[in-house]
């Protein structure tokens, strides 16, 4: 079995200040990695993926995760927030053999300060 | 354009009325799944399913029913709904072979 811990519930950072969210996962296979976006009254959206290869994997608008195996990490990072990115963010795991179930952590709410 | 929709948007409903909250996708995609939102707890699957009469329980299955009759629909059943089951429910498709899930705009239910 899975599990992802999202190690802030909240992360407050100004406009134009680079942004960290970090993910930790735990797994006795090897797993494929998610980072979803659900902004304010909307449903996820992906934003990045690791399934394999490169470790340093980029994203839509700008942001970028790294999978550090030896860590069992996933943190997202962008280097300028935007008042745009004002969202939840949700790290997400699943089994690499079948991918049926897709684990979630608790969700990281990232509020940009003008 | 392709899309998971899922209805009704909003529910409140009263303890043990029976209601069904529908799924359908145009993407022809072979897995759906549902998921609960709960503040602080994430998202967490209740069913899934990964074809046509092919479906599976997942993490907290308890309360729930589904059906996959057809290819594009997935319903979620709550028999008899609890307050318990008062949360936020998404569901979600893929392609076999692709790992991106699609979700739908989310149902609000709220169990009196």
């Known amino acids: 079995a899975q599990s992802v811990t999202q190690l802030d519930s909240q992360v407050p950072v100004f406009e134009e200040a680079p942004v960290e969210l970090r993910c930790n996962y735990s797994s006795s296979v090897s797993v494929y990695l998610f980072w979803y976006v659900q902004y304010p009254n909307q449903g996820l959206q992906l934003l990045l993926k690791y399934l394999s290869g490169s470790t340093l994997v980029k994203g839509i608008n700008g942001f970028e995760a790294e999978f550090n195996k030896s860590q069992t990490s996933f943190h997202l990072r962008k280097p300028s927030v935007h008042i745009s990115d004002t969202a939840e963010y949700f790290c997400a795991v699943s089994d690499s053999r079948g991918a049926q179930k897709l684990v979630f952590g608790q969700g990281t709410r990232l509020t940009i300060n003008p | 354009e392709a899309q998971v929709t899922q209805n009704p948007r909003y529910l409140i409903t009263v303890t043990g009325k029976k209601l069904t909250v529908t799924c359908s996708q145009n993407m022809n995609h072979e897995y759906m799944s549902w998921y609960r939102q709960d503040p602080g707890l994430g998202l967490r699957q209740i069913y899934y399913?990964?074809?046509?009469?092919?479906?599976d329980k997942g993490d907290v299955p308890e309360g729930y029913k589904v059906s996959r009759k057809e290819k594009r629909n997935f319903p979620l059943i709550l028999e008899s709904p609890s307050p318990n089951q008062t949360s936020l429910y998404f569901c979600?498709?893929?392609?076999?072979?692709?790992?991106?899930?699609?979700f739908g705009p989310g149902t609000r239910l709220t169990v009196t």
């Open positions: 399913s990964m074809n046509v009469e092919v479906t």
């Open positions: 979600a498709s893929r392609a076999s072979g692709f790992y991106e899930q699609y």
